[in-house]
């Protein structure tokens, strides 16, 4: 059986449905930040010199689909673009490895 996660209008969606939306939301979310800006840069830190520059959930995709909520995960309000710094901060990702930890 596949894995099938709720919206909160009831919707049942399969994680290869929200993979395809997800990936068309972002496609979107870039052409639409282009268009508007010109050029690409992290919304967070606003550096346009950072590489690469990634598509970011402002609500992750984990908690969307837990919480019922999984259009979250293709709604192109709750993407933003983060340089890799900024999403592995939000993520928490960005732990330095310390010995004297």
Aim: charged letters at 35%; a positive charge.
């Amino acid at each position: 059986m596949a894995n099938i996660y709720h919206c909160s209008n009831g919707e049942r969606v399969e994680q290869s449905v929200i993979d395809q939306r997800t990936r068309k939301a972002k496609a979107k979310k870039l052409q639409k930040f282009l268009n508007q800006h010109g050029y690409y840069f992290c919304e967070d830190c606003e550096r346009s010199d950072s590489k690469p520059i990634d598509c970011s959930h402002e609500i992750s995709v984990q908690e969307a689909k837990n919480t019922g909520k999984t259009e979250l995960c293709w709604d192109v309000d709750n993407i933003k673009l983060r340089c890799r710094k900024c999403h592995q901060k939000l993520d928490k990702l960005d732990v330095q490895f310390n010995p004297n930890r």
